[in-house]
């Protein structure tokens, strides 16, 4: 495998259902990131990771909830979710170094909640 | 805070026109400039980037400069073709707001009819 991972691809939850998605990037990079793209809104950014530390959560809800075990893993645990956040979420990651900021992403997992 | 305005899509255009998509943006410091292109039911992938005034990024075609004066970064390609059709994004990197941090525009999405 080579990039950024993502799995699963697509994924039907209820709302009551607790899942999770799962990212891995095979880049050797320090910082790992969690994006929402939804249907006529700009990219937003949920969560960043850098050496495995949480350095920003923009007020994302509490239904969302990260986890970053390693430089190279990370996930995003889903309960309790409303349609509302039905989405593309898009895993990203970067070397961190001064200067520019040069992302990479994953293909992404297509939510949906019913 | 920082902010990144493209033109609205969608653009539809004809195999081998000439295409422009406008980006302008707004920086507390001094910005490194993106454009990151997805594909339908892909991730977002690197098209070019310029990192300080007057750089040209280049890539399959696709142009851009990076105009300080003017605060642009608008993508140019001569002659588009079909495999072209996808959604672009401008975006930027300012280490004044945290060299981690991608600001986005909202995507303008280019459709190319043979």
């Known amino acids: 495998e080579t990039g950024v991972t993502q799995t699963p691809r697509h994924l039907v939850m209820g709302m009551t259902n607790k899942k999770s998605l799962k990212c891995e990037q095979h880049?050797?990079?320090?910082?790992m990131y969690w994006y929402k793209q939804s249907a006529k809104k700009p990219l937003e950014l949920m969560f960043v990771?850098?050496?495995?530390?949480?350095?920003e959560n923009n007020s994302v809800p509490s239904r969302f909830s990260p986890e970053c075990p390693n430089s190279s893993h990370l996930f995003l645990h889903l309960h309790t979710l409303q349609p509302e956040d039905s989405a593309l979420y898009l895993c990203?990651?970067?070397?961190?170094?001064?200067?520019?900021?040069?992302?990479?992403f994953g293909p992404g997992t297509r939510l949906t909640v019913l | 805070g920082d902010s990144v305005t493209q033109m609205e899509g969608p653009v539809t255009l004809s195999e081998e026109a000439f295409l422009t998509i406008n980006c302008t943006y707004t920086?507390?410091?001094?910005?490194?400039l993106f454009w990151y292109v997805q594909y339908p039911g892909e991730g977002l992938q690197l098209l070019l980037k310029?990192?300080?005034?007057?750089d040209k990024g280049s890539n399959k075609g696709f142009e851009a400069t990076y105009r300080k004066e003017t605060t642009s970064f608008h993508l140019e390609k001569g002659s588009v073709q079909v495999s072209d059709s996808a959604v672009y994004f401008c975006?930027?990197?300012?280490?004044?707001?945290?060299?981690?941090?991608?600001?986005f525009g909202q995507g303008t999405r280019l459709t190319i009819n043979p």
């Open positions: 990203a990651s970067s070397q961190v170094t001064t200067g520019h900021n040069e992302q990479f």
């Open positions: 880049l050797g990079h320090n910082a």
């Open positions: 990771y850098n050496f495995k530390e949480q350095t």
């Open positions: 920086a507390t410091g001094y910005p490194s």
């Open positions: 310029a990192t300080k005034a007057d």
């Open positions: 975006a930027l990197s300012d280490e004044a707001q945290g060299a981690q941090k991608l600001v």
